[in-house]
């Protein structure tokens, strides 16, 4: 595994209490970086640097700072700016996580809750990182978005979410084209997910899904976290989408005798 020093950067993780941001906020500690994460609710346990990664070796674990913002809303999007500048004075990384979505068949489905799905995967990234880039700019930072494989490929029973991630891909082009140079941004599209709710997400055991997946297992937190490590520091990189699916998902004729 690569080795990434973060020391003195702040990162700032949407989503990050629990499943791939829980797991992308502890690799960020255990990189030493000051690590924040955002969700609407205080999780039952916060995030903390992974056992083994603790630098030096000794001394308490550190744990992530969690401040609360419903990032659809305008301003709790500025409230959390302004407590990050007021105790930090700096922002070096946003990894926009937070989103997702219920299976949501359009037909006989509320609006309201189609709109909701946008706003959370799309129009939040989509605020988060122009409230963050004064900030980002300041240091050289950049945005990494979370993607997903719905937003390449048919996503049935999630249109919405679906809809809502390629429009992010296609967001985070257009943003690290007109914030270049002094902002990077860039995409990871990830696949099929090991997570706390995949069972009853994907349906079916986790052998079974994940016998969909060429690379024979599904992708976990630490695999996207380690596409984020690397996107985080300085470098050229920008405007990229980082496939983090295992080889995509193998097409149903296969499996036809």
């Not at 996580?97 to 995967?121: C, V």
Request: proline share 7%.
């Amino acid at each position: 595994m690569v080795s990434y020093d973060y020391t003195g950067r702040v990162v700032l993780v949407t989503g990050g209490s629990r499943g791939i941001g829980a797991g992308i906020a502890s690799a960020f500690l255990g990189a030493g970086a000051e690590v924040v994460v955002c969700a609407r609710k205080p999780p039952e346990r916060m995030p903390r640097e992974p056992e083994g990664l603790l630098r030096g070796g000794t001394g308490p674990f550190r744990q992530a700072r969690y401040l609360a913002a419903d990032v659809r809303d305008p301003g709790d999007v500025d409230g959390l700016f302004g407590e990050i500048e007021r105790v930090y004075g700096r922002l070096d990384l946003v990894v926009n996580n937070a989103g997702g979505s219920p299976g949501a068949p359009l037909a006989g489905t509320s609006p309201r809750l189609h709109a909701k799905i946008i706003e959370l995967n799309l129009t939040a990234p989509l605020l988060v990182s122009q409230r963050a880039y004064p900030l980002l700019s300041a240091s050289a930072g950049s945005i990494v978005m979370i993607g997903s494989v719905s937003g390449d490929r048919p996503s049935p029973g999630t249109s919405a979410y679906g809809a809502a991630k390629a429009g992010l891909h296609h967001l985070a082009g257009c943003l690290a084209a007109e914030w270049a140079p002094a902002v990077r941004v860039n995409t990871v599209v990830v696949g099929l997910a090991e997570t706390e709710n995949a069972a009853g997400h994907y349906g079916g055991s986790f052998d079974q899904v994940a016998a969909t997946v060429p690379a024979g297992r599904m992708a976990r937190p630490q695999d996207v976290a380690e596409a984020c490590l690397w996107l985080g520091s300085p470098g050229f990189v920008t405007g990229a989408r980082v496939h983090v699916h295992g080889g995509g998902e193998i097409p149903a004729w296969r499996q036809l005798s």
